[in-house]
């Protein structure tokens, strides 16, 4: 979930987030702004918390050539839409093929890299 605060044009900041002493706003939260039009909902004591993160993942080497498959594991994965999980290694993307709230599998992408190696233009045999 995320809040976006848009402040009107004519109201700065300041003014936007100063509680005014003669409201009483302990009772209310403020749910949204839209169209400078500011709403409030009554405060509830529920709380939400969303938990990702990643405990561990095998195999730790793989080939660079890829083909490779990683199991990722943690929690809070989207086990509803498995392709909506993105797993990078560095810059290189690792395909989901599976997952689980708390597991991902999925499989790498060739690591190709590419090396530059040049003397300048010079010949040391050509005086």
Request: overall charge negative; aromatic content about 10%.
């Amino acid at each position: 979930m995320s809040v976006i605060v848009e402040i009107p044009n004519n109201i700065s900041q300041d003014q936007a987030f100063e509680p005014n002493p003669k409201e009483k706003l302990e009772e209310t939260i403020i749910s949204s702004i839209n169209n400078n039009n500011l709403f409030l909902l009554p405060r509830t004591d529920q709380q939400f918390e969303y938990v990702f993160y990643v405990s561990s993942f095998e195999p730790r080497l793989s080939s660079k050539r890829g083909g490779s498959l990683i199991t990722i594991y943690g929690d809070g994965f989207n086990d509803d839409d498995c392709l909506s999980n993105k797993v990078t290694f560095e810059r290189y993307n690792c395909k989901v093929i599976n997952c689980s709230e708390n597991w991902i599998i999925c499989e790498t992408e060739s690591a190709h890299t590419v090396y530059e190696i040049t003397n300048n233009g010079n010949n040391p045999r050509i005086k």
